[in-house]
C-alpha cells in the first residue's frame, strides 16, 4: 500500500502563493501518476494538477492555468504544489493522490489513494 501526507496549506490574502507538498511512502511502482485535487464545501471533488513519475509529463486544470504549477523530487517521493496569484475561489481542502498505470488523470474516481487533505483558505 501506499502513503500519502499533505502539508502546506493555511490562509492567505488574495494574490499571494502557497507551496503543498505531498509525501508518499510505501510501495513503489514504474508507472505511477500523483495528481492533487480540490473540494469546496457543497461542490464536487475537482481535478488540479497531476504529474506521471516516469515520464515527468503533466496536465492541468483550466482553472488554474498560469497560477499553479506541479514538481517532484524524486530522491524525496515528493510532489509540490506552488500556487500563486491565490484567489478566494481556491478556497478548498487540497487533497494528494495517486495511483499506478493509469491512462487518464484527471478523475478523482480512478485513483486508489489518497491523503486526509489540507486546508487552503484564501480571503479577499
Known amino acids: 500500500q501506499v502513503q500519502l501526507v499533505e502539508s502546506g496549506g493555511g490562509l492567505v490574502q488574495a494574490g499571494g502563493s502557497l507551496r503543498l507538498s505531498c509525501l508518499a511512502s510505501?510501495?513503489?511502482?514504474?508507472?505511477?501518476?500523483m495528481g492533487w485535487f480540490r473540494q469546496a464545501p457543497g461542490k464536487v471533488r475537482e481535478f488540479v494538477f497531476a504529474i506521471v513519475w516516469s515520464s515527468s509529463s503533466t496536465y492541468y486544470a483550466d482553472s488554474v492555468k498560469g497560477r499553479f504549477t506541479i514538481s517532484r523530487d524524486n530522491a524525496k517521493n515528493t510532489v509540490y504544489l506552488r500556487m500563486n496569484s491565490l484567489q478566494p475561489d481556491d478556497t478548498a481542502v487540497y487533497y494528494c493522490a495517486a495511483r499506478s498505470g493509469l491512462t487518464r488523470v484527471t478523475m478523482h474516481y480512478d485513483y486508489n489513494y489518497w491523503g486526509q487533505g489540507t486546508q487552503v483558505t484564501v480571503s479577499s
Open positions: 510505501g510501495r513503489t511502482f514504474s508507472s505511477y501518476v
